[in-house]
């Protein structure tokens, strides 16, 4: 089982900057693969970022490209995604995610979910 928990996130205007972290836990951890997601009312969960378990390769979504860093500390267990130049429009609750094997970008291939952060963007 494995258990996530995000944090950092926060109202923040529009042109500013964020970083959330997600941190990870679980007797049967192991490599996964992180990634972000976000969601807004009425919508699906979008992908947002990808890591993998050594932090080779990562993948963004076009909307967010050259504005978000994600990034992982394998020896804390933790994930984090550095977002800059913030829009209205990224304004979503953020959740962070775990899967195994290769990077996947539809929500339902990641298995465990952390509880959702709350990234209000005001203009």
């Known amino acids: 089982q494995v258990q996530l928990v995000e944090s950092g996130g926060g109202l923040v205007q529009a042109g500013g900057s964020l970083r959330l972290s997600c941190a990870a836990s679980g007797r049967s951890f192991g490599n996964p693969v992180m990634g972000w997601f976000r969601q807004t009312p009425g919508k699906e969960r979008d992908f947002v970022a990808a890591i993998t378990w050594s932090g080779d390769s990562t993948v963004y979504a076009d909307s967010v490209k050259g504005r978000f860093t994600i990034s992982r500390d394998n020896a804390k267990t933790t994930m984090y995604l550095q977002m800059n130049s913030l829009q209205p429009e990224d304004t979503a609750v953020y959740y962070c995610?775990?899967?195994?094997?290769?990077?996947?970008?539809?929500?339902?291939?990641?298995?465990?979910w952390g509880q959702g952060t709350q990234v209000p963007v005001s203009s």
């Open positions: 995610a775990a899967t195994y094997g290769r990077i996947r970008f539809h929500n339902a291939a990641y298995a465990y």
